[in-house]
């Protein structure tokens, strides 16, 4: 390409996304986010720049010190889904998150990129903060789409949809098609299969990620009732929890649940080290599954380290993490777009 490609990655969080990029061939040289415990996966792992600052304090002058004046500018952003999620909009949550979304409009507007990429959760579309920042897209002149993405569809070991916009000033812009179809999904099989055997509270001595949380007696009893697939309402009555049992309780089957071998696994969130905390359950070893499991699930290669060797392994920190991250793969999906887009218009 006759142009040189620099990007921004606003809320990097410990980097799936650009490392994504990274692997699919598209340079990164910075990313931005508030959260310390970010930097050490970032930059260890990926070889842009981890910025700690609010990107409310971030400037359209800041951006600039990282794209050269004949380079193509990308800038990628993923605020932060709580605000929008199904949870939030249940409770009326209008937390000063919204903003985010906001300070990347105006981000772009202060640093004129020629392409954009935003990941986000479905629910997104919904909010009046959404259709303001494609008014403002459209105020700019970018030609964009936006897609409901299947991460099956695209070799994610996970069931999870995802709202995935591109818009770029060069010219019209697709997101690539499907590369998997249903009968070649990736399973939990195909993805932890081949690691090494816990139990529940146990370290692995090869890989420190590889730990799973301690069960409590009656958690251990209760797993082991479980079957993959199955629900606490498969349990004895007297491990089924008092919550459960009134009618409030009822609609939360996934909680308490072991994973299925041979499909894919339920959305990793923040808490997938936590039995009780959804379908999180191994499926056959009597534990939930462990931080490098959830990891592998994102995506993530093996070696991908998110704790520097001489810090200890916090599940609650390292959850987040990868709970909180944008999966891998889906990253190298959005960057093989891009890349495609700008050979085209090249």
């Not at 996304?17 to 415990?37: C, M, N, R, S, W």
């Not at 909180?324 to 990253?331: I, R």
């Amino acid at each position: 390409m006759a142009r040189s490609i620099s990007t921004v990655d606003l809320f990097c969080g410990a980097g799936g996304l650009t490392h994504g990029f990274e692997q699919a061939g598209l340079p990164v040289k910075a990313g931005y986010d508030i959260d310390p415990a970010c930097k050490f996966p970032y930059e260890h792992n990926n070889q842009a720049k981890f910025i700690l600052q609010d990107v409310a304090n971030v400037s359209g002058f800041d951006l600039a010190e990282h794209f050269s004046e004949s380079c193509i500018k990308v800038l990628a952003g993923c605020a932060p889904c709580q605000p929008f999620s199904s949870y939030s909009r249940r409770y009326n949550d209008r937390q000063s998150k919204w903003k985010l979304l906001q300070d990347f409009a105006r981000l772009i507007e202060e640093s004129e990129p020629e392409i954009i990429s935003m990941e986000n959760v479905l629910q997104l579309k919904h909010h009046s903060v959404f259709s303001e920042f494609i008014a403002q897209l459209k105020k700019l002149n970018y030609c964009f789409e936006y897609y409901e993405v299947n991460c099956l569809d695209y070799g994610i070991p996970q069931s999870r949809k995802r709202l995935v916009l591109l818009a770029s000033k060069l010219g019209k812009i697709n997101l690539i098609g499907v590369t998997h179809r249903p009968e070649l999904y990736k399973t939990v099989r195909q993805t932890i299969g081949h690691l090494e055997p816990l139990s529940a509270g146990q370290d692995s001595k090869i890989d420190r990620l590889h730990r799973s949380s301690k069960l409590s007696d009656l958690n251990l009893r209760r797993i082991r009732a479980s079957k993959p697939g199955g629900t606490w309402r498969d349990w004895p009555k007297d491990l089924i929890a008092k919550c459960h049992i009134k009618n409030s309780g009822k609609t939360y089957p996934g909680v308490y649940g072991r994973m299925e071998w041979d499909k894919p696994s339920p959305t990793i969130t923040t808490q997938c080290f936590g039995f009780g905390n959804g379908r999180f359950g191994h499926p056959e070893q009597d534990r939930a599954i462990s931080l490098r499991e959830a990891a592998l699930l994102q995506t993530f290669p093996p070696a991908y380290q998110f704790v520097d060797p001489h810090e200890s392994v916090v599940f609650d920190l390292v959850g987040r993490l990868i709970g909180n991250a944008v999966p891998v793969k889906l990253g190298q999906i959005i960057a093989c777009s891009i890349l495609n887009h700008i050979e085209h218009f090249s």
